[in-house]
């Protein structure tokens, strides 16, 4: 009876330590000095300026037509009028929930460009 006693009490503090490690573990990674060393975290003004950077390049080599071109900066603007809605809701500020949404959608509009650029159709001068 003892053994089992012990055992369970060495398991208790090993799931204990355990779980307090990682609980400090993912504190840690959502403090902003992390994500601003972090390269792989951009932020959505960062990727703005990026997509938009891409489709003008798709559009001065060719590579989009005028109408996935068209579609493309559509997509962008409802896309920027939705990020500023969602900050008009909450006092300038985006929250969480709000940061994933628009960064879902920003994933969805860069394969559109990706897919838009690298397709067989060409703008016809």
Same mark, same amino acid.
């Given at each position: ?5 012990? %055992? ?8 204990? /330590? ?5 609980? /400090? /573990?993912?504190?840690?990674? $959502?403090? $902003?000095?992390? %994500? ?28 989009? /037509? ?13 896309? =920027? ?25 920003? =994933? ?16 016809? %001068?």
């Amino acid at each position: 009876m003892s053994k089992k006693l012990v %055992s369970f009490a060495i398991t208790a503090l090993l799931a204990t /330590t355990g779980f307090a490690q990682s609980a /400090t /573990t993912t504190g840690s990674t $959502s403090n $902003s000095a992390t %994500s601003a060393t972090n390269p792989n975290h951009r932020t959505i003004n960062q990727r703005k300026r990026n997509q938009q950077r891409r489709i003008d390049q798709g559009e001065d080599s060719g590579q989009l /037509t005028r109408r996935e071109d068209h579609n493309l900066e559509k997509k962008e603007h409802a896309l =920027n009028q939705e990020e500023r809605d969602m900050r008009k809701l909450d006092n300038g500020k985006l929250t969480a929930q709000d940061r994933k949404t628009i960064n879902k959608q920003q =994933n969805k509009l860069s394969k559109n460009i990706y897919r838009d650029k690298h397709n067989a159709r060409k703008r016809k %001068s």
